[in-house]
């Protein structure tokens, strides 16, 4: 093929796509003996053929799907990774959505799914989590340093009327909810909302709300609910603690920062982060690229592609200075914008020009003004200019000429030769 698949668009994968059908076609056609050389030259095209085939065959099922319901999901697009489909190529699918007005649905469901992709917790994991104590689920008010409104108050004080469970209650529920017991799974996730609050608090300041720390804690209660297994010997709120967790810290990292980026990329970034601090203890001095490469077995370019994605937008607006009277924006400069002494420059040349003009008669200065754009910036033809004035191009161009003639004049031109340099 000529194109790589990187740099193909939606008409350029169909048509691979047939020209692909087509080759497989010949292939299993039959044909006259060849020589074993033609034969090895042969099947190298089609060995690269068919493993175009399998990414181009993804992308255009996929591309005719959404087509048909006119709309396609994020789950559908985020299952191209796992088939194999290299990140430019998606990048380009992407394109190809947009291109064709397809919507991309972001559906409730794909919120929830964001705890359905954790594994359960080891038993080691659970004996390491601190417990939260129970003064600290008794105590669900909120400090003055926290910024809260109505509904969190309102919130804190409902679930404050709720008593908490005493360990006979906990294990009696525990019992009643693995023989499916609905009720018995609302009283224990009603009794267990002080412990997200708890926890809640400690995230407070990471890019999100505290009210939505406590939405994303309280998924996490659910899930813990739905999961729990009393036989294994551990207290709820220790298994629970782990959820929430869990629920709160990969919302933080889906939809804490302005530009979302995949949970699993923040992971990484982390990662990186860890290693650079690390290595900054170790050095002495700020890691580079290089050397954060090698001590995770990573390619250098992919570090840097890491390292450029994990940089925070800044606002325009962020004060700046003590006083903090001036803006981020002040200090950057209009690339676009001119110089102030060009345009101080190109005012006076202004002026100068029109004081010029005035000195012709009105006809030829409007002629002028028309066929160099002098006003509006467009210029114009002869043509134009004639229907303006209801003449000739030829007279326009006469009248061009004298007025040119003038303004060469030495009383007229010293006063726009000084602008030429």
């Given at each position: 093929m000529d194109k790589d698949i990187e740099t193909m668009t939606t008409q350029d994968l169909e048509r691979a796509t047939d020209e692909l059908l087509a080759a497989d076609a010949a292939k299993s056609a039959p044909k006259k003996k060849s020589t074993r050389r033609t034969k090895a030259a042969e099947e190298k095209p089609v060995e690269e053929a068919a493993e175009a085939k399998t990414t181009e065959d993804i992308l255009n099922e996929l591309m005719e799907k959404a087509k048909k319901a006119g709309k396609i999901t994020t789950k559908?697009?985020?299952?191209l990774e796992e088939k194999g489909v290299d990140a430019d190529s998606i990048a380009k699918f992407y394109d190809a959505l947009e291109a064709s007005k397809i919507?991309?649905?972001i559906s409730d469901d794909d919120a929830v799914t964001i705890l359905d992709d954790i594994d359960m917790p080891e038993i080691e994991e659970l004996n390491e989590i601190e417990e939260v104590t129970e003064e600290e689920m008794a105590d669900v008010k909120v400090d003055d340093s926290y910024?809260?409104?109505d509904p969190v108050r309102m919130f804190l004080k409902e679930i404050g009327k709720v008593p908490l469970l005493t360990a006979e209650e906990e294990v009696e529920l525990a019992i009643r909810m693995s023989q499916g017991d609905e009720e018995a799974k609302r009283r224990m996730t009603e009794a267990n909302l002080r412990l997200v609050v708890s926890i809640a608090k400690r995230y407070v300041g990471r890019g999100m709300l505290f009210l939505d720390l406590i939405q994303e804690g309280n998924l996490g209660l659910i899930k813990a609910v739905e999961k729990f297994d009393y036989t294994k010997g551990y207290k709820f709120s220790t298994y629970a603690t782990?959820?929430?967790?869990?629920a709160i810290?990969?919302?933080?990292a889906d939809q804490a920062r302005t530009i979302r980026i995949p949970v699993h990329m923040v992971e990484t970034i982390n990662k990186v982060i860890r290693v650079s601090r690390q290595l900054l203890q170790e050095l002495g001095h700020d890691p580079s690229a290089e050397e954060i490469a090698a001590e995770m077995g990573m390619p250098v370019e992919k570090v840097r592609e890491i390292l450029k994605i994990a940089q925070e937008p800044v606002s325009l607006e962020t004060p700046i200075g003590e006083e903090e009277d001036s803006h981020l924006g002040d200090f950057i400069p209009d690339e676009d914008a001119s110089e102030p002494s060009e345009a101080a420059s190109f005012s006076l040349l202004k002026e100068q020009l029109m004081e010029v003009l005035d000195t012709l008669t009105p006809r030829e200065k409007k002629v002028l003004e028309l066929r160099f754009g002098i006003v509006d910036g467009r210029?114009?033809?002869l043509e134009e200019v004639g229907k303006e004035f209801n003449v000739t191009r030829e007279r326009i161009r006469q009248i061009e000429a004298k007025?040119?003639?003038?303004l060469r004049h030495p009383s007229r031109s010293k006063k726009l030769r000084d602008f030429l340099n």
């Open positions: 559908e697009i985020a299952a919507e991309i649905d910024s809260t409104d782990w959820w929430i967790r869990q810290t990969r919302a933080i210029t114009r033809t007025a040119l003639r003038k």
